[in-house]
């Protein structure tokens, strides 16, 4: 996936650089592979992923491949069809993502077939939603329109031997060095070499969305293929994963495993285990405490749910009686189940604290929380968590600084009405008898619905009593209140309390 590409100026702390090649081709005419004098990649000749991947070429140019192998094929977890393919000669800018091919020609395919690929274009993806710079894309091949990508098997062929990188020197680049000298293995099968796993965690809750990050500059994601039991222990170092280079649009570069077996034990170079410094939430809160911390003995206060079933994210808190400044969110962690998320309970959390703003750069207000976390079960819970009781004013108004110290908590409001519903993002807007806003979302309680069907309240429902975590929505820099469960929304049928 891309980033702003830029040329490699020379080699980079020892590792080897290829330099990228390609043509620049001007119009959005076909190219076709069949014509031109470029030494090609397959049996085909002409265009080669290289000049796909080629700064030269143009989002949305009409492109055919001949001749290109297949390296990876995601047939794993409940998101499944994309695949990779590569130049035969492999080396630097090679490889490139195929995207929206049909099933049918997809489950003809195995890594080491060659194919022609027709009907295609360049694309640079970026999730505009998140207010991306225009430069920080995901280059894939895909259908010119909807159905025209064809994928045709013409032999089969011997898959490039993983181009070796070493994490460790990696890690020593700066950031923008980093940046470049990933860039030109998007795409690319390459063997990591001295990963140790730090702060396993996930971004969903399938067995495709586990993560961990190595040096704290590389992700290695589950999408291809379950992670063995070691990528979970902080002392493990692998000699090498081999993997897909790939990249999360407008955040990091990220290592798609192919296989359980692509982890080789035994490695002796990794950089030493991450350290996690002890920590109370109103430490991580109050900004005294970074990086990577530990927490201790602290309160569940909300699980968030998913059509009825654990979603993983938890929100914590250092009391049982909410209060200002001690609650987090804990995004996504492993280690929670129906132990470790009753309200209540006490676990222990590592994590890396982070300001999360899903806009790059960050264009508002941040959300404290910790991600790439992991939950332990302390104590079971003997009594459940009593919210802090606040005012619309105290928590809804992102511009007053106050409302700051009750990100995280667990609060009770009265007597606010339901003015707006967003139907399709479940952002629901209130107001007290003051006109006072407050933002009303679903992060915990998915859809406000036990069953997966959309519950929104309607405009004119009157909320007696509304508990919920304060949490931020980044996107329009809002403060919103999310409650746990059906229990946590008191309607008041006669609206007394809102008039």
């Known amino acids: 996936m891309n980033i702003t590409k830029s040329s490699v100026v ?20 076909t190219i076709d592979a069949g014509g031109g004098s470029d030494s090609g990649s397959g049996s085909g000749g002409g265009l080669t992923v290289k000049d796909v991947q080629a700064d030269s070429m143009k989002s949305g140019t009409a492109i055919e491949l001949k001749g290109v192998i297949v390296t990876a094929i995601d047939g794993f977890g409940g998101k499944t069809g994309d695949f990779w393919v590569q130049d035969t000669d492999g080396g630097a800018r090679s490889g490139v993502h195929v995207f929206g091919a049909s099933s049918t020609d997809v489950s003809k395919l195995h890594v080491g077939d060659l194919v022609d690929i027709k009907g295609a274009q360049k694309y640079e993806y970026a999730n505009n939603a998140s207010n991306l710079p225009s430069t920080q894309t995901l280059t894939e091949v895909e259908g010119t329109a909807k159905g025209t990508l064809v994928v045709t098997k013409v032999g089969t062929g011997t898959v490039p031997a993983p181009h070796v990188l070493d994490s460790v020197a990696i890690a020593a680049m700066s950031a923008a060095d980093r940046a470049t000298f990933l860039e030109d293995w998007e795409g690319v099968p390459v063997t990591l070499q001295n990963a140790r ?24 994601e589950s999408n291809l293929a379950a992670f063995p039991a070691s990528s979970s222990v902080n002392a493990t170092c692998y000699a090498g994963i081999t993997g897909i280079v790939d990249y999360v649009v407008g955040k990091f570069f990220t290592l798609l495993p192919t296989a359980t077996t692509a982890f080789t034990d035994g490695g002796t170079g990794c950089a030493a285990p991450t350290e996690y410094t002890p920590a109370t939430v109103a430490e991580v809160q109050a900004g005294t405490k970074t990086g990577y911390v530990k927490l201790t003995g602290v309160y569940v206060m909300a699980a968030a749910t998913k059509a009825g079933a654990l979603n993983k994210t938890i929100w914590v808190s250092d009391t049982l009686a909410a209060a200002a400044g001690t ?10 189940d129906a132990t470790t998320s009753v309200l209540g309970t006490k676990v222990d959390v590592q994590g890396l604290v982070d300001e999360f703003d899903i806009t790059k750069p960050a264009q508002g207000d941040t959300l404290t929380e910790l991600k790439d976390a992991a939950v332990t079960l302390s104590a079971a819970a003997t009594a459940v968590p009593t919210p802090l009781i606040a005012t619309v004013a105290q928590v809804g108004d992102i511009t007053n600084s106050e409302s700051e110290k009750y990100e995280g908590v667990l609060v009770t409001v009265s007597g606010v009405k339901v003015t707006a519903v ?51 929505q980044t996107t329009n820099n809002q403060r919103t209140i999310n409650p746990r469960s059906a229990a946590d929304m008191t309607a008041d049928n006669t609206g007394a309390a809102c008039d």
């Not at 020379?10 to 005419?29: E, H, P, T, Y």
Request: net charge negative; proline share 5%.
């Open 327 to 336: 609650g987090v969110e804990i995004y996504l962690p492993t280690g929670v």
């Open 422 to 472: 967003d139907a399709m993002f479940h952002v629901v807007t209130l107001k007290n008898k003051a006109g006072e806003t407050l933002y009303m979302d679903d992060d915990a309680f998915t859809a406000y619905s036990s069953n997966g069907t959309p519950a929104d309240p309607a405009v004119d429902t009157c909320f007696s009593a509304l508990t919920g975590v304060m949490d931020v």
């Open 197 to 220: 796993p730090t702060g396993p965690g996930a971004f969903g809750s399938d067995e495709d969305a586990k993560l961990f990050t190595v040096v704290n500059v590389i992700t290695v």
């Open 10 to 29: 020379g080699a980079l702390l020892g590792l080897s650089l290829v330099a990228a090649c390609g043509r620049d081709d001007k119009s959005n005419n």
